[in-house]
Structures are given as structure tokens and as C-alpha cells.
């Protein structure tokens, strides 16, 4: 028996009783979960307005695609909230990352002009090829949300997912010229500013916030649907800016653990 | 098997409450959530789906009069998984700060050392 079964065996020992109860309790959990979803309508005939829905939204929104016509104009409010999850976990995250170290304790070690572990050519090549169709793939995403799947919020994280492939195929070098962690954070503060301000424009224009006040265009088009459009293009930039601040903090700590 | 999504969604439910429960390592409990988190993810799509329903997506192909599956889960869908990644980077944050301050990241030591 080796040292780690032994461990093992200990902690699963430890973990008796405690797994027991846990045993108990989420086999009454499974038994009321599945009591409570056998009185769901049957699978396959849902019972909300689904038609009508996407009815309302195509002829009177012109957004062809229905559950982003959802999201940013029947359900925009909700859609503030939620971006403004993803604003504040970004912040949460970044303060929690940035607690008791020196401010410009990653810059410091960044300009110790000690390079990371060089990546492989091949990888570099690679990434270097693809963060340009990358770009391009996400700001189409973000842009034709209303008319096809996608949207802002897939368009931003493929967006950040460039900048994150543009830091694993040059390592630290490239991720400081690309990826300025004030430019990102100004890129997620100006997207959920704007979103906002596409709020306030409902009540300053219309007759509430939200209101979709733009001209809605021919159903179809790129220049379509009205604030649906503008307020994905927001949130796509806000996405960007947030998921590219929460890893740029987890890959600042790689850089501070590794090289201690 | 009408009702094979929504066991799917309470299986996910529960293996991953269970792989919280006896989680050796708090990445590992993280991921655990997440799991727990796409049952939901299941049971909203499942309450929404048609059979024999269109994505709801209108196209010149697809006419505003076909049968289509409730766009309002899946927006509620694409909240979920949003809200999944905010949860997941601030605990993977919180993670890094314990296994700073305790140098283990195991749940269990964590309990230990706080006495």
C-alpha cells in the first residue's frame, strides 16, 4: 500500500459518515426533484406562447432571431442585471486576484525581463494565423445576433478568446502589447456604460427605459431591429472586456506563482 | 421516453451535488457547481422543446408561421450560463486567495485549520 492510498484511504475514512448522510439526503432530493418534474407538462408540448412570441418579436421588433429578440428587448432589463453580474464579478474577481500584492508588483516582474517558458514555433505560428479569423468570427457573432445564432454574449467571450490565443501563442510578450489591462478595463466599463445609456435613451426618447426607439429597419437586414442590434453590440463589448479581465488576473497569478 | 431530459436534469443535479459534497480539492468543487448548475440548463431546454419545432430563428426558408421551440427558456438558458461563468471565476478567484493563505486547496484541511 503506498503513502497516497494510504492518504486516501484515511480521508475516505474521515469522509464517512459525512458521505452517508450526503447519501441520504440527495436520494430524497433525486425523489422530490423527480416527483416535481413528473407533474411538468409532457416533454415536447411546451406550454408558454413560444409561436406567438416569436411572432410579436418578427413582425413588430423585426429580429429575426427570436431568443435574441428576447433577451435585449422583452427580457432587456433582466439583460441589464445580467450584464451587470458579469461587470461586478469581473471587478469582484480582479479585487479578490489584485488582494495583498504590490501594485505594480506583475509589472515589476513582467519588465525583469525574464521571458516566459518559450512556446513551441508551431503553436506560435498557429495562434499568430488564427487570432485575425478569430476577431473577425466574433465581431460577426456580436454584430448579426439579431439575424442568425449568436450574439453578444457568445461574440464577446469568442472575442476574449482571442485575446486569450494571442497570449498562448506569444506568452507574456504578446499579451502586454495586445492586452493592456487598462484598455480592458475600460473596454468592459464603456460596454456596460453604454448599455445603460441605450436604457436611459427608452425613457428620454420613448415612453420607458428599454424602449426599443431605434428605427426597426426591414426584418433580415444587418441594419435592423433597432436597439436589439446596438445593445448586443454593447454587451458583446462588454463580454470582451470582462472575460478578458477575469484572465488576465487567473494569468497574472501564473505569473506571480511561477516565477517566485 | 417523454420524460428522459427531465431525469437527465436530476441526475445532473444530483451527481453533482454529491461531487461537492465529497470534493478532495476546491477546483474540483468548483466544476462540481458548474455540473450542477447545466442540470438547469437541461430542464430549461427540455420544458421548451417542441417536437417536430423549428429553432426560433426566422429565416427566408423558415416562415414566422411554423411551429417553433420557446425562445424564452433559451434566453433564460443563455442568463444561466452567464451567471455560471461569473460564479466560476469568483470562486476560482477565492480559490487562488485560500490555497495563498492556507497553502493547501483541499476542503477538508481548510476545515482543520480554521479549527
Given at each position: 500500500m503506498s503513502a497516497g492510498a494510504r492518504t486516501r484511504a484515511a480521508a475516505r475514512a474521515r469522509l464517512g459518515p459525512r458521505t452517508l448522510l450526503a447519501a441520504l439526503a440527495l436520494a430524497g432530493l433525486a425523489a422530490l426533484v423527480v416527483w416535481?418534474?413528473?407533474?411538468?407538462?409532457?416533454?415536447?408540448?411546451?406550454?408558454?406562447?413560444?409561436?406567438?412570441?416569436v411572432k410579436t418579436l418578427v413582425f413588430k421588433r423585426h429580429a429575426a432571431n427570436a431568443v435574441n429578440g428576447v433577451t435585449y428587448d422583452l427580457r432587456g432589463l433582466d439583460t441589464l442585471g445580467e450584464e451587470l453580474i458579469l461587470f461586478v464579478a469581473a471587478l469582484g474577481s480582479s479585487v479578490l486576484l489584485r488582494h495583498g500584492r504590490e501594485s505594480d508588483e506583475?509589472?515589476?516582474?513582467?519588465?525583469?525581463?525574464?521571458?516566459?517558458?518559450?512556446?513551441a514555433d508551431a503553436l506560435r505560428a498557429y495562434g499568430t494565423a488564427l487570432v485575425g479569423p478569430l476577431v473577425v468570427l466574433g465581431v460577426y457573432v456580436v454584430t448579426h445576433g439579431h439575424l442568425t445564432p449568436g450574439g453578444g454574449f457568445q461574440g464577446g467571450v469568442i472575442l476574449a478568446a482571442g485575446l486569450l490565443l494571442a497570449y498562448a501563442a506569444g506568452q507574456v510578450v504578446a499579451l502586454e502589447r495586445v492586452e493592456p489591462t487598462t484598455l480592458v478595463e475600460v473596454t468592459d466599463a464603456t460596454g456596460a456604460m453604454a448599455y445603460a445609456l441605450v436604457a436611459?435613451?427608452?425613457?428620454?426618447?420613448?415612453?420607458?427605459?428599454?424602449?426599443?426607439?431605434?428605427?426597426?429597419?426591414?426584418?433580415?437586414?444587418?441594419?435592423?431591429?433597432?436597439?436589439?442590434?446596438?445593445?448586443?453590440?454593447?454587451?458583446?463589448?462588454?463580454?470582451?472586456?470582462?472575460?478578458?479581465?477575469?484572465?488576465?488576473?487567473?494569468?497574472d497569478q501564473t505569473l506571480l506563482v511561477g516565477r517566485e | 421516453m417523454s420524460v428522459l431530459p427531465y431525469l437527465v436534469a436530476a441526475w445532473l443535479?444530483?451527481?453533482?451535488?454529491?461531487?461537492?459534497?465529497?470534493?478532495?480539492?476546491?477546483?474540483?468543487?468548483?466544476?462540481?457547481?458548474?455540473?450542477?448548475?447545466?442540470?438547469?440548463?437541461?430542464?430549461?431546454?427540455?420544458?421548451?422543446?417542441?417536437?417536430?419545432?423549428?429553432?426560433?430563428?426566422?429565416?427566408?426558408?423558415?416562415?414566422?408561421?411554423?411551429?417553433?421551440?420557446?425562445?424564452?427558456?433559451?434566453?433564460?438558458?443563455?442568463?444561466?450560463?452567464?451567471?455560471?461563468?461569473?460564479?466560476?471565476?469568483?470562486?476560482?478567484?477565492?480559490?487562488?486567495?485560500?490555497?495563498?493563505?492556507?497553502?493547501?486547496?483541499?476542503?477538508?484541511?481548510?476545515?482543520?485549520?480554521?479549527g
Open positions: 416535481a418534474v413528473s407533474e411538468l407538462t409532457p416533454f415536447g408540448t411546451p406550454s408558454g406562447p413560444a409561436n406567438g412570441v506583475v509589472e515589476r516582474k513582467r519588465a525583469g525581463n525574464e521571458p516566459g517558458p518559450r512556446t436611459v435613451g427608452g425613457l428620454v426618447f420613448a415612453s420607458a427605459a428599454l424602449y426599443n426607439f431605434l428605427p426597426l429597419g426591414t426584418t433580415g437586414q444587418l441594419l435592423s431591429s433597432g436597439t436589439i442590434l446596438v445593445l448586443s453590440c454593447a454587451v458583446g463589448v462588454e463580454v470582451t472586456g470582462a472575460v478578458a479581465l477575469i484572465l488576465t488576473e487567473l494569468l | 443535479l444530483v451527481i453533482g451535488l454529491w461531487g461537492v459534497i465529497t470534493s478532495r480539492h476546491l477546483v474540483h468543487m468548483v466544476l462540481c457547481l458548474g455540473v450542477v448548475q447545466s442540470s438547469t440548463y437541461v430542464l430549461l431546454l427540455a420544458v421548451g422543446y417542441r417536437t417536430g419545432g423549428q429553432a426560433p430563428i426566422v429565416s427566408s426558408s423558415v416562415p414566422p408561421s411554423s411551429p417553433f421551440v420557446d425562445p424564452i427558456v433559451q434566453a433564460l438558458t443563455l442568463t444561466d450560463v452567464v451567471v455560471e461563468a461569473t460564479v466560476v471565476a469568483v470562486l476560482l478567484a477565492l480559490t487562488v486567495q485560500a490555497h495563498k493563505r492556507f497553502g493547501t486547496a483541499d476542503p477538508n484541511a481548510l476545515g482543520a485549520l480554521r
